[in-house]
T-cell receptor, first 117, second 111 residues
Framework: NAGVMQNPRHLVRRRGQEARLRCSPM?????VYWYRQLPEEGLKFMVY????????ESGMPKERFSAEFPKEGPSILRIQQVVRGDSAAYFC???????????????FGPGTRLTVL | KQEVTQIPAALSVPEGENLVLNCSFT??????LQWFRQDPGKGLTSLLL?????REQTSGRLNASLDKSSGRSTLYIAASQPGDSATYLC??????????FGSGTKLNVKP
């Protein structure tokens, strides 16, 4: 069973461009979470999605950031008009539909490292 | 407001020492607590998961304890090795939703 997959692993953008980060959850998982890690800091929650629904976006910046998890295909985190402060590692995690067991938790992908020049 | 604090921020020890990493959280109504390891430029590796009803979990040289009433968890590493050098992150879940992460303890084990 493949783990959570993220691509690209590294992304370089110039200021003002758009960044699109993709996350494919583990097989059988329908819940996706996005986190951001600034240099030398812990991870900060951004958004929680289920298929075709945003459940909690309390950690998303109000402007330029959006996320989706369509019925088919990966979850996408989109950052429009990137600025240097957006440079960070973006991690995706997934979990099963129903927390049915004592070991159910979120499983993290390897991250996408975004560098804004 | 849920906050997670890790102390110390950095730790350097000689090989072979036993060591303790600390994590504290402000809201004791947790769902579970998890310790992760992160190597430079890499993703997260799950080390130990402690459910809210549990007091501790062990895996090899690692032991994590949980005291909900005091809002604390410790990660004990026995007989440390240079390969243990990494950043250790504590993360708390309050429902089956988002994690709240500490800023991590950066561990350096010297040969």
């Amino acid at each position: 069973n493949a783990g959570v997959m993220q691509n690209p692993r590294h992304l370089v953008r110039r200021r003002g461009q758009e960044a699109r980060l993709r996350c494919s959850p583990m097989k059988g998982h329908s819940h996706v979470y996005w986190y951001r890690q600034l240099p030398e800091e812990g991870l900060k929650f951004m958004v929680y999605l289920q298929k075709e629904n945003i459940i909690d976006e309390s950690g998303m910046p109000k402007e330029r950031f959006s996320a989706e998890f369509p019925k088919e295909g990966p979850s996408i985190l989109r950052i429009q008009q990137v600025v240097r402060g957006d440079s960070a590692a973006y991690f995706c995690a997934s979990s099963p539909a129903v927390p049915g067991g004592s070991t159910d938790t979120q499983y993290f992908g390897p991250g996408t490292r975004l560098t804004v020049l | 407001k849920q906050e997670v604090t890790q102390i110390p921020a950095a730790l350097s020890v000689p090989e072979g020492e036993n060591l303790v990493l600390n994590c504290s959280f402000t809201d004791s109504a947790i769902y579970n607590l998890q310790w992760f390891r992160q190597d430079p430029g890499k993703g997260l590796t799950s080390l130990l998961l402690i459910q809210s009803s549990q007091r501790e979990q062990t895996s090899g040289r690692l032991n994590a304890s949980l005291d909900k009433s005091s809002g604390r968890s410790t990660l004990y590493i026995a007989a440390s090795q240079p390969g243990d050098s990494a950043t250790y992150l504590c993360a708390v879940q309050y429902n089956f939703n988002k994690f709240y992460f500490g800023s991590g303890t950066k561990l350096n084990v010297k040969p």
